[in-house]
Every structure is written in structure tokens, then in C-alpha cells.
């Protein structure tokens, strides 16, 4: 804790400072200088002002910006990859939901015997042997398609 609060003490005091300067000749010939202006607004005062520089040099300041974009770059490419391999993952998912469906289907319609289906109207109808048919091929089709 006592070098943290070093640390902020000679961090504030090493950061741009600006501290005015004031030099002024008074009437002995005497030159002064001083943080606050003289009491007596006759002289002729300057006001020198002292600002320093940043504390760490200019090169080190773009060595460090450059650094920082490519920290930037490399999470924004991270990012990417991360959102592609995602995406890659929830299509996989997809697949595999596919597959499961058309074998749960081609063995509800291998079980049934002659149950009733609902047709694109909405109405029940019973299949016959040509529309099992037809059926049992589209989802062995599905089933290749999806769960290669």
C-alpha cells in the first residue's frame, strides 16, 4: 500500500506540469523571480511559463500506439475466428437435428401401420403402400444428405 501511494505522489508530480514564473527588475536593478507576481504593479514583469515536455519520449509514445493497434488487429481477428468457429458449430448442430428428425420420422412411418397422417391442408388421410414408398425414399435421402 506505502508504494502504491509512492507511486501516485512521483506519478502526479512527473506528469506536464504547468508553473508559471514571473521575473520582473525592480528600481535597484535587482532582478527577482518568483511563482507570484510582485505587489507592485510599477515593474515591469515577465511571466515565463514552464511547461514541460511529456515524460516519456515521443518514439516510445508511437512504439506504444503501434503496439496498441495491433493488440487491437489481433482481438478484432480472435474475435472473428471465434464467430466463425461458433457459426460452424450451430450449423453442425443444425445437421445433426436434421438427421435425428428424418430417422425419427422414417421409423414412425416403418412402425405405424396404417396410421393417419396430416396432409399440407391439414386434413388426415391414411398412405397407401405408393405414398410409403414415396416417403421411405425422400427421407433415406434426408438421412444421406444430413448425416454423412
Same mark, same amino acid.
Given at each position: ?73 489481433? !482481438?478484432?481477428? /480472435?474475435? *472473428?475466428?471465434?464467430? &466463425? %468457429? ?8 443444425? @445437421?445433426? $437435428? ?24 391439414? !386434413?388426415?388421410? /391414411?398412405? *397407401?403402400?405408393?405414398? &410409403? %414408398? ?8 434426408? @438421412?444421406? $444428405?444430413?448425416?454423412?
Amino acid at each position: 500500500m506505502f508504494r502504491c501511494l509512492i507511486f501516485c505522489f512521483v506519478f502526479f508530480l512527473s506528469g506536464n506540469t504547468l508553473a508559471a514564473i514571473y521575473k520582473w527588475t525592480d528600481e535597484q536593478g535587482i532582478t527577482s523571480y518568483s511563482q507570484t507576481p510582485p505587489r507592485d504593479k510599477n515593474l515591469q514583469l515577465e511571466k515565463i511559463n514552464t511547461k514541460r515536455g511529456p515524460s516519456v519520449p515521443v518514439d516510445r509514445l508511437k512504439n506504444l500506439q503501434d503496439s496498441a493497434n495491433e493488440i487491437a488487429k489481433s !482481438n478484432a481477428e /480472435r474475435a *472473428t475466428a471465434n464467430n &466463425k %468457429a461458433a457459426a460452424l458449430v450451430r450449423e453442425k448442430q443444425r @445437421i445433426a $437435428e436434421e438427421c435425428s428428425q428424418a430417422k425419427r420420422a422414417l421409423a414412425a412411418l416403418d412402425l405405424g401401420g396404417n396410421r393417419l397422417y396430416k396432409d399440407s391442408e391439414g !386434413n388426415y388421410a /391414411r398412405l *397407401t403402400e405408393e405414398d &410409403k %414408398a414415396q416417403q421411405r425414399q425422400s427421407l433415406n435421402l434426408a @438421412i444421406e $444428405e444430413a448425416c454423412r
